[in-house]
T-cell receptor, first 112, second 114 residues
């Protein structure tokens, strides 16, 4: 019930392509879904977040799509760039679970 | 310049020694957290604190201890009881009002125990 399942584990995309990372959750009380970006040797940085009252949120090239009925949310990176190469983590929290539950991460490589 | 600082960036210890990792924040956040990161494992919560002089165990607290004597500081001690202490340790903080779960992370400390 507390897990957040993230896929794929790794992803290789050509420059200019679309990167898509998916997450699924089970706890219907979750009401906050952030995505974090982490470069090697650095701490994760909050990239974008969504709450379940909207189905999509866009910030620049990054979009979160949220499907409440399927209990799934995904990160889309449009026009992917080599500088986007990093590990991306989804997370969720809400209800009695006040702390963030993280997915296991997706290592994205964008090839020039 | 607001943020979270962790020191040192790299730490080496011999097996059987306790070691303390530092975490300081000047964001005036009430809550602070410690995570452990291993390859392919995501971030796992060790301890968290929402108020000075109070803290709660996370999912993997065994072999670790913390203190919260000041709002700005949340040091983590990795004890000799921790069976596999080599990992990347991350400290985070967040407000407890507004966007409650918006956590901000420090740069991390890589601990190697041999």
């Amino acid at each position: 019930q507390q897990q957040v399942k993230q896929s794929p584990q790794s992803l290789i995309v050509q420059k200019g392509g679309i990167s898509i990372i998916n997450c699924a959750y089970e706890n219907t009380a979750f009401d906050y879904f952030p995505w974090y970006q982490q470069f090697p040797g650095k701490g994760p940085a909050l990239l974008i977040a969504i709450r379940p009252d909207v189905s999509e949120k866009k910030e620049g090239r990054f979009t979160i799509s949220f499907n409440k009925s399927a209990k799934q949310f995904s990160l889309h990176i449009m026009d992917s760039q080599p500088g986007d190469s990093a590990t991306y983590f989804c997370a969720a929290s809400g209800g009695s679970q006040g702390n963030l539950i993280f997915g296991k991460g997706t290592k994205l490589s964008v090839k020039p | 310049d607001g943020g979270i600082t962790q020191s040192p960036k790299y730490l080496f210890r011999k097996e059987g020694q306790n070691v303390t990792l530092s975490c300081e924040q000047n964001l005036n956040h009430d809550a602070m957290y410690w995570y452990r990161q291993d390859p392919g494992q995501g971030l796992r919560l060790i301890y968290y604190s929402q108020i000075v002089n109070d803290f709660q165990k996370g999912d993997i607290a065994e072999g670790y201890s913390v203190s919260r004597e000041k709002k700005e500081s949340f040091p983590l001690t990795v004890t000799s009881a921790q069976k596999n202490p080599t990992a990347f340790y991350l400290c985070a903080s967040s407000r407890l009002d507004g966007p409650t779960y918006e956590q901000y992370f420090g740069p991390g400390t890589r601990l190697t125990v041999t």
